[in-house]
Structure formats: C-alpha cells, structure tokens
C-alpha cells in the first residue's frame, strides 16, 4: 500500500491545504497546519510518558478537538489508540482499560470523578492525565503540552501494526476489541471516500454529529481529513445548534445517527429559518430508514442526495445505497435496501453449507475485504468463530440479495424469532411499524409463549401527542407483512436507552420485557404483580 501510518492521510493536506481551515469546534477554528501542530506536542507528550509503538493509549473524551488531536498524536508515533465511549461507568473505564492493556489514559475533566473511583485500581500499571490540574493529579494535559516540541515526530511506518483496538459490545456479552491495522483503516477511509464521492472535492465541509470514539465517527472524521474537507464537530444534540452550523459554515455533507435522529431535527418548530441549500449530501446508518425519513430529508435539504449505509467495526466497510426520492414516493422495494458493497469490500449471503445462496434466498452475509478487522484482541476463540475459510468474515446478520446485487436486511441471526414453526426477522417487522405516522422508534423481539413457543413483540416509542393501540398495529402490519408476523405483545417507552453509535440496546429491552411478561403470567396465578410501570398489552 502507498501509505504506511494512517496519519499519513491528514498530512498530505497539511502539505496541501497549509493555511485552510482543518476544524471547528464551538469558537475554536483551526486550519490544517495549526492543527498539525497541535497533534505533534501531542505526540511528543505521549513519547515524553514513555509510549512506544504497540503500546496502547487509552482516551475518555466528548466529541472535542481534543479527542482528534489525540488520535492522531497516538498514530504518528505509533501507539495504538484505544477510544473509550464517554458514558461508561467507573466499573467499565476500569475493565475496559484492563482488557485493552492500556498503559496510559487520557481523560476530559468531566470524567474526574468516574476516574478517581478506578485510579487506586490501575496505579502502577496505567498512567492518567487529566485536562485539568486537579489533587495530587499534577500539571494538567494541556500544561504538559505546551512545553512540548511542535516539529514532526519520527513517523511510525508499518503498514500491518495494530492502529486502533475498538471495543464493540454487540447486542450480548462483554464487550469486544476489534483490531484494526493501519492498512485496514487506510483501505476503510478510501472506500469511504470513493463511495461517497468526498474526496472529489476538498472544499467539502463535513458535519459530524455521531459520536468520534464510535466507529462510524471515527470511519468520517479520517475521510473527510483525508479529502482535505473542514470537519465541523457537533458535540450535542440540538436541532436548532445543527441547523444554525448547517447555514453558517455551509456544510456540504451531514453525518446524524441513527436514521430517525432525522425526524427530530427536521421536526424543529425553526427549520424553515434556516438556509440548508448547501447541504449536498446526507449520510445516515445504523437502523432502518422509511419513506417518511426520505421525503421529509428531501423537503428539507433541496438540494441533498441521501445516502444509507450498513456496516461493522469488524468489517470496516460495508454497503451503500443512495435513497431517491422516487424510492420514498413510490415506495419502490429498493427503499428497504442497505445497498451494494463500497469499493474494495466483496459480500456473499452464503445458506447453511456456507456456499452462496441464490438471488432471494436469506443467509448469513460474509465479507471480504482490506479493510476487515484483524480480529479480536486477546480473544483467539472468537476471532476463529468468527472467520470461515478463504478469510471471510460472519457479519452474524442476516440478509437475502435480488438480481441486480443489492442487499436486505432482515434480521441480526441471533434476533430471529421462531413463532409457530415461522421465521419471523425482526429488521422486516420494525422497519414495518416505524411507517405508522405515530411512532417514531421501535424495537421487535420474541418472547416466551406457551403455544407458539415464542411470540412477537415489540416496543414502541411514540411521537408527541399520538397514541396507539396494539389492534392498529395489527392492522397496520397485516397491510404488508404476512399475518403471522404481527406482534401479539405491545408495550410503550418515553425513550430507548442507546450506545455510543446512536443504536438502541435491543438486548436490554428485551430482557426487561421478558421479564415483564413472565410477571404478569405469574400474577394471573396469585403470584407477586407485575411493577407498577409495566404498560405491557397482550393479544386476546
């Protein structure tokens, strides 16, 4: 490969585009030289702390410049960074830390607290900095910075070395790290940017709203410096921020997670005091789309071009299809699509054999690609598991592919659900509800049932001001889906707790609402009530 060090990719710009603005953050604009500048003290702190290459650096930090200028600090020297979601708990910063064999942390003051929990477990072992001078904590991160060197640091070549050990949690389990190579990450930003034509023009200017430590964040904010566009950084979300960034710095390309994150922009009371006419493409993923989603993003950015995309932290690349306002209009099949493979990615839907399923038929899809992940770290078992031979990857999701190559999403393979002897794909029945006007997000699962062994349900969250009954979303789904597929229970939340990507945890709703359901069967025989916040409505 060309490049050797992923860094390698911001500095061809730094070279290019001197003087031209890199970021913004809030006040803060800084153009690609000071930026670049920025990154060495860094790198040289990190050196000065005794990092080394394969040593691992591990970072607690909101959506922030901050969290950039570490990233690469820790990629130019040769370190591997390890990107913390800023929500944990002490309890998981500490296992995390453990289980990544971090030899420093670098954290934003706000997480003092949750560090000062852990600090007595890791002394010794992993050295913490802290963005503040605090107690015993010494001179703050920036105080150690500013005496640092700003030249280049020797630059790190080696192509197949670890870059980034990202923790994954999936739906079940303790979480995962995913190791991803240099090579893997460069291949990733160039399909990226071929896919989405973003490195056809560097006066692009990319917001960001999805977390920087997620993947998907992670895959945008390298693409976008290595186009040479400006990386405006969102750090909360607030419609009204949003739309203002949008019209001030005229961004050309939006990046919001997951799909629906959409209707609670464009549902801003202001939106139409804003000039969103620069926008020329949104990017979403991470959950289904509707036509609804599509035609309000079209009214709204008039001259967008939506692009939907499926992928993993293990794949590093995935699909990508451009959702059309005749797809919305005309609710065409293809509107359920995640698209074709990107550049430089092979996907095959292969049946039970592992051999590759005719047009139609539903399978594991499997991937192939630079770009895939080298494993998972410290965990040989898994990586076995999850590779099959000629290298492809399990992606564990279930899809079926038509005649012209593109590919749909049914179901993760652990969430089928066996109703009555039926497959019934969770994907299929959600992305069904989420077309009622009245709900805004859902999730489908089964739960134990005596006859069916198990039964359909699904958990909704409402827009403002609707309501719904589970005979209309019966009747609703009995409109495009077969009958057998309609949930049998129905329950209601205010909001879906969701991970650092934007994506609800299925698992946890499902759990509780197992348990829920075991509960009320139990109260019809005399034993302990369900709690009193259950809301949970069973088919007659």
């Given at each position: 490969?060309?490049?050797?060090?992923?860094s390698?990719l911001?500095?061809?710009?730094?070279?290019?585009?001197?003087?031209?603005?890199?970021?913004?953050?809030?006040?803060?604009?800084?153009?690609?030289?000071?930026?670049?500048?920025?990154?060495?003290?860094m790198?040289?702190?990190?050196?000065?702390?005794?990092?080394?290459?394969?040593?691992?650096?591990?970072?607690?930090?909101?959506?922030?410049?901050?969290?950039?200028v570490?990233?690469?600090?820790?990629?130019?020297?040769?370190?591997?960074?390890?990107?913390?979601?800023?929500?944990l708990?002490?309890?998981?910063?500490?296992y995390?830390?453990?289980a990544?064999?971090?030899?420093?942390?670098?954290?934003?003051?706000?997480?003092?607290?949750?560090?000062?929990?852990?600090?007595?477990d890791?002394?010794?072992?992993?050295?913490?900095?802290?963005?503040?001078?605090?107690?015993?904590?010494?001179?703050?991160?920036?105080e150690?910075?500013?005496?640092?060197?700003?030249?280049?640091?020797?630059?790190?070549?080696?192509?197949?070395?670890?870059?980034?050990?990202?923790?994954?949690?999936?739906?079940?389990?303790?979480?995962?790290?995913?190791?991803?190579?240099?090579?893997?990450?460069?291949?990733?930003?160039?399909?990226?940017?071929?896919?989405?034509?973003?490195?056809?023009?560097?006066?692009?200017?990319?917001?960001?709203?999805?977390?920087l430590?997620?993947?998907?964040g992670?895959?945008?904010?390298?693409?976008?410096?290595?186009?040479?566009?400006?990386v405006?950084?969102?750090?909360?979300?607030?419609?009204?921020?949003?739309?203002?960034?949008?019209?001030?710095?005229?961004?050309?390309?939006?990046?919001?997670?997951?799909?629906s994150?959409?209707?609670?922009?464009?549902?801003?009371?202001?939106?139409?005091?804003?000039?969103?006419?620069?926008?020329?493409?949104?990017?979403?993923?991470?959950?289904?789309?509707?036509?609804?989603?599509?035609?309000?993003?079209?009214?709204?950015?008039?001259?967008?071009?939506?692009?939907?995309g499926?992928?993993?932290t293990?794949?590093?690349?995935?699909?990508?299809?451009v959702l059309?306002?005749?797809?919305?209009?005309?609710?065409?099949?293809r509107?359920?699509?995640?698209?074709?493979?990107?550049?430089?990615?092979?996907?095959?839907?292969?049946?039970?054999?592992?051999?590759?399923?005719?047009?139609?038929?539903?399978?594991?899809?499997?991937?192939?690609?630079?770009?895939?992940?080298?494993?998972?770290?410290?965990?040989?078992?898994?990586?076995?598991?999850?590779?099959?031979?000629?290298?492809?990857?399990?992606t564990?999701?279930?899809?079926w592919?038509?005649?012209?190559?593109?590919?749909?999403l049914?179901?993760?393979?652990?969430?089928?659900?066996?109703?009555?002897?039926?497959?019934?794909?969770?994907?299929e029945?959600?992305?069904?509800?989420?077309?009622?006007?009245a709900?805004?997000?859902?999730?489908?699962?089964?739960?134990?049932?005596?006859?069916?062994?198990?039964?359909?349900?699904?958990?909704?969250?409402?827009?403002?001001?609707k309501?719904?009954?589970?005979?209309?979303?019966?009747?609703?789904?009995?409109?495009?889906?077969?009958?057998y597929?309609?949930?049998?229970?129905?329950?209601?939340?205010?909001?879906f707790?969701?991970?650092?990507?934007?994506?609800?945890?299925?698992?946890?709703?499902?759990?509780?609402?197992?348990?829920?359901?075991?509960?009320?069967?139990?109260?019809?025989?005399g034993?302990?009530?369900?709690?009193?916040?259950?809301?949970?409505?069973?088919e007659?």
């Open positions: 490969m060309f490049y050797q060090n992923v390698e911001l500095m061809v710009n730094v070279r290019h585009y001197p003087k031209k603005t890199a970021v913004v953050h809030r006040d803060v604009r800084l153009s690609y030289e000071e930026f670049n500048r920025q990154i060495n003290r790198a040289h702190l990190l050196l000065d702390l005794g990092v080394r290459p394969g040593d691992k650096v591990a970072y607690l930090f909101p959506n922030s410049i901050a969290l950039l570490i990233y690469y600090g820790v990629q130019k020297i040769g370190g591997v960074a390890v990107p913390l979601n800023f929500r708990v002490s309890r998981e910063i500490l995390l830390l453990k990544g064999d971090a030899s420093v942390l670098l954290f934003d003051a706000r997480f003092l607290d949750r560090v000062e929990e852990i600090a007595g890791v002394e010794g072992r992993v050295k913490l900095l802290c963005t503040k001078a605090a107690g015993t904590w010494g001179p703050s991160l920036w150690r910075m500013e005496g640092q060197p700003d030249k280049e640091p020797e630059l790190w070549l080696d192509e197949e070395a670890l870059s980034r050990i990202q923790f994954t949690g999936g739906s079940t389990g303790l979480p995962k790290g995913a190791m991803r190579t240099h090579s893997a990450d460069i291949c990733e930003a160039m399909g990226v940017m071929n896919s989405n034509m973003m490195g056809a023009n560097p006066d692009h200017v990319v917001l960001i709203q999805c977390p430590e997620h993947h998907g992670h895959s945008w904010y390298l693409s976008a410096f290595a186009s040479g566009a400006t405006v950084i969102c750090d909360v979300f607030e419609p009204e921020t949003i739309l203002r960034l949008i019209q001030k710095e005229r961004v050309t390309y939006l990046m919001l997670l997951p799909p994150t959409y209707l609670r922009l464009l549902d801003c009371p202001r939106l139409g005091e804003f000039d969103l006419s620069c926008v020329k493409l949104v990017q979403s993923a991470a959950g289904c789309t509707t036509p609804e989603i599509v035609e309000k993003i079209y009214a709204a950015f008039p001259n967008c071009v939506m692009n939907y499926w992928g993993q293990e794949s590093g690349l995935g699909t990508s299809l059309t306002r005749q797809m919305a209009g005309e609710n065409l099949q509107i359920k699509s995640v698209g074709r493979p990107m550049p430089f990615l092979e996907a095959m839907v292969a049946d039970e054999d592992g051999k590759e399923a005719p047009p139609g038929h539903i399978g594991e899809c499997l991937v192939k690609s630079p770009a895939v992940m080298k494993g998972y770290y410290k965990q040989p078992e898994l990586t076995r598991k999850a590779f099959v031979d000629g290298g492809w990857l399990r564990g999701d279930l899809m592919k038509d005649e012209d190559g593109y590919l749909y049914m179901s993760r393979k652990k969430d089928m659900i066996k109703s009555g002897g039926e497959n019934v794909f969770a994907q029945v959600e992305s069904v509800i989420k077309r009622h006007p709900v805004l997000e859902c999730v489908v699962f089964g739960v134990p049932e005596r006859t069916m062994g198990e039964a359909v349900m699904a958990v909704v969250c409402l827009r403002p001001g309501t719904l009954t589970l005979k209309e979303v019966q009747d609703h789904c009995k409109k495009y889906i077969s009958s597929k309609k949930p049998r229970y129905l329950d209601y939340i205010d909001r707790d969701m991970d650092d990507a934007g994506k609800i945890r299925k698992s946890r709703v499902a759990e509780r609402y197992q348990l829920k359901l075991r509960n009320e069967k139990r109260a019809a025989k034993l302990p009530p369900l709690a009193e916040h259950s809301r949970c409505v069973e007659a």
